[in-house]
């Protein structure tokens, strides 16, 4: 079983829809979260940060964390044809466990489409 | 501003060749990484730093060295190719500060035939 698991999709909305995004995971010490967006055969960048558990919003994005469920998901309202991508949800076990080192979700292509 | 600097960004090799994967960055950044990315398997870490002279293992180590004898370069050599390391290769670097991010490279897409 991954430590992350994340539904690769492809996932198509029509524009202006409201998209969820979701990662669940099994490790318990992970204490960073975060939400990268990747274009075609580009490098990942990050997109939405959060530490410990809630939520965050950031434009058109909300990020939450639900730590009791080990699920984080990432909301994009409004959504555009600009945010057709690959969205990885990522988890740290923060500095002890290593701030950098990264585990990913496989990640979920998104298509919006006008 | 260049950021992670990833070369090449394509490379064909064959069985059995070694070659090595170049990362710079201008951020002055501590912690570096290397990540390799295939269809439906997210990114894995292969090897990261935190520091000139101190690497570690991540996920995925077999059959790749790194060292860091710069804050500015972390080499990822691959000893002896094989066709299961046919991949897309990211470096990463970022800060010791828990609120900043990792900084991608462009990636390096690797055949071995």
């Known amino acids: 079983q991954k430590e992350v698991e994340q539904d690769p999709g492809p996932l198509s909305v029509p524009e202006g829809a409201i998209v969820s995004l979701n990662c669940t995971y099994s490790?318990?010490?992970?204490?960073?979260f975060m939400w990268y967006r990747q274009y075609s055969r580009k490098g990942p960048e990050l997109l939405m940060y959060?530490?410990?558990?809630g939520n965050k919003e950031d434009g058109r994005f909300t990020a939450q964390v639900d730590k009791s469920s080990k699920y984080i998901s990432l909301f994009i309202r409004d959504s555009q044809p600009s945010d057709s991508a690959t969205y990885l949800c990522?988890?740290?076990?923060?500095?002890?466990?290593?701030?950098?080192?990264?585990?990913f979700g496989a990640g979920t292509r998104l298509a919006v489409h006008p | 501003n260049a950021g992670v600097t990833q070369t090449p960004k394509f490379q064909v090799l064959k069985t059995g060749q070694s070659m090595t994967l170049q990362c710079a960055q201008d951020?002055?950044?501590?912690?570096m990484s290397w990540y390799r990315q295939d269809p439906g398997m997210g990114l894995r870490l292969i090897h990261y730093?935190?520091?000139?002279?101190?690497?570690d293992q991540g996920e995925v180590p077999n059959g790749y060295n790194v060292s860091r004898s710069t804050t500015e370069d972390f080499p990822l050599r691959l000893l002896s190719a094989a066709p299961s390391q046919t991949s897309v290769y990211f470096c990463?670097?970022?800060?010791?500060?828990?609120?900043?991010?990792?900084?991608f490279g462009q990636g390096t897409r690797l055949t071995v035939v």
């Open positions: 990463a670097s970022s800060g010791t500060d828990m609120n900043t991010e990792a900084f």
């Open positions: 990522a988890m740290s076990g923060g500095f002890s466990g290593g701030y950098n080192k990264l585990i």
């Open positions: 490790n318990s010490a992970f204490q960073y």
């Open positions: 951020m002055n950044h501590e912690y």
């Open positions: 959060t530490y410990s558990s």
């Open positions: 730093s935190v520091g000139a002279g101190i690497t």
